[in-house]
């Protein structure tokens, strides 16, 4: 019998929407002969949106995502500084609005280097490491405010939330992917001056370290960490963090293995009470857009840890295989579509 898997697809705003029409042409490719039949519904949603409607994220758009299974998401946002986009406030009201109140405590961001990707490294094959990332908590969650703005005693708060519920969570499922894998996790903080937050990360990974005794635990301060990231990157299996360092850390992780043009990310609700939402890290790349100049493999490898957390590991190790075998053979400049189309050939071969 066939499996209906229900996709909300938000292309967004810059090439979001090239992008993820390449990873949609490939997720169609590679689920073509399977039972799996995916029923996709488009939201316009974004920068785009937002200047013509005035809407960021109505309650009527979360109920409609809501009903599906999965999400994938290209990126939004306009080109920043647009005056107009002013009281947008895109990043908050679109994007952390989803991963919050889709509960995405899980934000899974995996590097790898491919034999031929560009970048500062060049010895690739034992790059390979995933960022377990806090998506809920931290100082992202707008727990804070601003007092005697714009006088010479102004004052501005934004307070980090730590709970040990939204750790352990988070630390557990960054456990059981270490044991899946080369079974060591490094937890990455700043406990010698975050005492209070970090205090309770440290622990809590001790804890939870006590069930795991086939995983080697360490610890990196965040610093030291971006240091290692750049010099020995092969050190890393799981890396688990909290959303702050795990925005930069990945970024900077992306950049060190191929560039951001090759960096996916699954925002996870492993308890599947929510849709999980697939998205490359990058942005909406404003300077690039319309161009057919964006790199679609983010996205398209987005595609590869959708199909995963679908429960469709061999649809998804083919994505990844195709990737890894057009990353290899590419030279010269490419449109967005020329990619989707040599890593579709790549499926089909
Ligand atoms: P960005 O990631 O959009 O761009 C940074 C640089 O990387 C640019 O030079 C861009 O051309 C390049 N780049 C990004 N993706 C690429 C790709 N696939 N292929 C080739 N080059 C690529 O970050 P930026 O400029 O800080 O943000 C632009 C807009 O995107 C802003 O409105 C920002 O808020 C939004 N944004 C949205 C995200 C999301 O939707 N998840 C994440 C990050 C930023
Ligand atoms: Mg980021």
Known sequence: MSRVVKLAVIPGDGIGPEVVTEAEKVLDAVTIHSDVTFEKKHFSLGAGRYLETGDTLTDDDLAAICANDAIILGAVGGTPGDPRLKDANIERGLLLKLRFTLDHYVNLRPSKLYAGAPGPLSAPGDVDFVVVREGTEGPYVGNGGAIRVGTPHEV????????????????????????????????VHKTNVLVHSGGMWQRIVNEVAQEHPDVVVDYLHVDAATIFLVTNPSRFDVIVTDNLFGDILTDLAGAVTGGIGLA????????????????????????????????PTAA???????????????????????VEADIAARDGSRTTSQTGDAIIARLQA
Do not use: C, W
């Open 156 to 187: 501005a708060n934004e307070t980090s939330v730590n709970t040990a519920y939204g750790i352990e969570r988070v630390v557990r499922y960054a456990f059981e992917l270490a044991g899946r894998r080369r079974q060591k996790l490094t937890l």
């Open 264 to 295: 996916a990310s699954g925002n996870i609700n492993p308890d599947g009470t929510f849709p999980s939402m697939f998205e490359p890290v990058h942005g909406s790349a404003p300077d690039i857009a319309g161009q057919q100049k964006a790199d």
């Open 300 to 322: 398209i490898l987005s595609i590869a840890l959708l199909l995963d957390h679908l429960g469709l590991p061999e649809e998804s190790i083919r994505v990844t295989r195709a």
